[in-house]
């Protein structure tokens, strides 16, 4: 049975920062087709919609020391939604392509990369800026996470949280041997001065009751796993986790901007079969790493 999930996201400027340069996304994928007419027993201008959808989630946050961070974030988002609709067919085709659909989300954060350097060869004063994005796609059971930067996605499965991204600071690849000064240091991001992009792609599988949450750092560097963990666990829904997470942030000091998208995958909807239709009324309108999280999930990188 596929859970239906609670989804909400939010975002926040904190305390300290006039302007906000996060951005969040959350929406969902379907297969559709409108009938304009036919022979069949259909009304004309019937929406067909496949019963399977997949769930996209992300957030990003633009450069805080360099120019535009807002642009070069709100860049990236706008990337990330055109990109998908060109090649939402990947999207749904798990079972048979799993390595052309983690391909096709590195191509995602490529193409965000590709327009922010337009965007900065147009308007050089820009130079430098560049953002973090983390994206989540889940076609139930699977989920897959395309990274770059520090912002996190996590799961809580039960009591455990797991941090299933790495950050790609100076500390998350040097770990103890950075001083803390440049301990937060990015080397991995979009744009920033540097076409040297390099994603991550995770994978696990997951369970009926599992919480996702993506955050921007303005809520990892106030707020720790354990609390984080304590916050999602006692929210009795996805927007009220977010507002508890942000409100943490803040009295720990709101440095930052703060962003959080939380998912929740509780209750079960009837089975359905991938391949079947339902009409619908018409409505105007180059790392993959395998991320196992049974009861002995992977402790969150240092």
């Known amino acids: 049975m596929t859970p239906r999930p609670d989804s909400h996201g939010r975002t926040d400027a904190g305390l300290v920062r006039k302007q906000n340069e996060d951005q969040f996304l959350i929406s969902e994928l379907s297969k559709w087709m409108e009938v304009r007419q036919t022979s069949l027993p259909i009304r004309d ?6 019963q399977r959808s997949g769930y996209l989630y ?8 360099a120019p535009a961070g807002d642009r070069a974030s709100s860049i990236a988002v706008d990337s990330v939604l055109r ?3 060109n090649v939402m067919p990947w999207f749904f085709r798990l079972e048979q392509r799993e390595e052309a ?10 193409k965000c990369q590709v327009k922010i350097e337009a965007d900065v060869a147009e308007n050089p004063s820009r130079s430098g800026m560049g953002t973090t994005l983390t994206m989540a796609y889940v076609l139930w059971p ?5 990274h770059v930067g520090d912002a996190r996605a996590y799961l809580l499965r039960g009591e455990k949280l797991t941090q299933i991204t790495q950050d790609h600071t100076l500390a998350g690849a040097l770990g103890s041997k950075v001083a803390p000064a440049i301990r937060k240091v990015l080397w991995n991001v979009i744009g920033g001065g540097s076409s040297d992009l390099q994603p991550e792609v995770y994978h696990l599988t997951m369970e009926p009751g599992d919480l996702l949450l993506l955050a921007t750092d303005g809520l990892t560097r106030h707020v720790t796993d354990p609390r984080i963990a304590q916050l999602l666990g006692d929210a009795p829904t996805a927007s009220a986790a977010c507002d508890q997470l942000i409100s943490e942030a803040n009295k720990g000091g709101g440095r930052d901007n703060i962003t959080t998208v939380v998912s929740r995958f509780k209750d079960p909807m009837p089975p359905s079969d991938s391949s079947s239709y339902q009409a619908m009324a018409a409505v105007s309108s180059e790392t993959t790493q395998q991320m196992p999280v049974p009861s002995a999930a992977p402790s969150p990188p240092g």
């Open 83 to 85: 990109y998908v609709l």
């Open 45 to 50: 201008s019937t929406r067909l919609s496949s």
């Open 58 to 65: 992300l957030v990003a946050d633009g450069l805080g020391g």
């Open 142 to 146: 699977e989920l897959y996470v395309v």
């Open 101 to 110: 659909l983690e391909l096709e989300l590195k191509k995602v954060l490529e």
